[in-house]
């Protein structure tokens, strides 16, 4: 059997990963500070029929930790032989995470992390397969306009990026160890993972509970109107699954997207009506200001409708200050549109796609079956 490695196994892909590969019949190592909440009763939603599920084996760690990580890796290779495949899924935010994608510490840290999960699988030996994710980011989508369609095959873009520490390093180990890697760029991700960074669905459904408790309308808190693209969580779990089965893919860069655009103000009413709540005009608002103001609200809306006993800040992560990135807060102007091409892992043959309505809505759904959301129904007042 198959053993690959999840970096990152509690975040929006690392989850999803985990998923994925345990439904096609692989072990799986889940590498996390806190256990991947997995879906109950078997395979990853959406998943395609496949071998039977193959073992899932979390390992608490902090990927900051090199010894900590080389001893974590140890007991694993010493339990269950070698790791052939790694998925790192894993990154390393600031508080208040917009800021930090300029900061070189931030960056450092993230090169610093993967660095210690190579060390240990590589002074272990058996590692074949390497995905590595990036995203719009690459392109310098959030320092500049960027080419419509982003494509790979454009230059590096000149600027400081983990992604670029990150890259060398598996190009540099690749070559000196010979195993293969591929890179993934997704654009916006989406799924039901909370307490993360970059998560926007607990948000929006945290956002609804507390208008619903304040007697307020729904109403969509951004700025300026846009086109944007995202990309289910399960997508890319399934884009890691084929670059780790396709030897084509070895070396390669490819972009992912679900294949559809959205704007946020034609998906709010589908948000509304999965949450319960009315919409009302727009009012803009910063999610990350407004929502840590209401914690004590919050604490109230989790005891009367019986949720599960998380505090905001576990719920929201740091994902409130991205939210208001994504959502062009205090722009009064149509931002630059940030659209990328898929033509060509399309073309290589990768041809899963999503509704990015039906991904926001099912996962806001998996929330509320959690019990971290309130449901339609639920008293929040």
Known sequence: MTTVLVAGASGLVGTAAVERFAAEGWDVVALSRRAPEL????????????PAPGSVRHVPVDLRDRAAVDEALGSVVGSAGPVSHLVYAAVYETPGVVAGWRDPDQMQV???????????????????????????????AHLHRIPIPARERLPRDPHANFYWLQEDLVRERAAAEAWAFTVLRPQLIVGPAHGVALSMPPILGVYAALCRAEGRPFAFPGGSPGVNEAVDARIVAGALHWAATT???????YNITNGDVFDWRQLWPALADTLGVATGPDTPLSLGDYLPSRAGLWEQIVARCGLRPLSLAEVVGESHH??????????????????VSTVKIRQAGFTEFADTEDSFCDALRTLIERRILPGPNDPVR
Do not use: I, W
Request: glycine share 14%; charged share 20%.
């Open 247 to 253: 030897p084509a893919a070895a070396g390669e860069t």
């Open 110 to 140: 993230n090169r610093d992390m993967l660095r210690n999960v190579l060390d240990a699988l590589s002074a272990r030996g058996g590692l074949r397969h390497v995905n590595l994710l990036q995203g719009t980011k690459a392109y310098g």
């Open 322 to 339: 991205f939210a208001d990135a994504c959502l062009a807060l205090g722009f009064d102007r149509p931002l630059p549109p940030m659209f």
């Open 39 to 50: 879906a109950a009763g078997g395979p990853a939603r959406g998943a395609t029929a496949g």
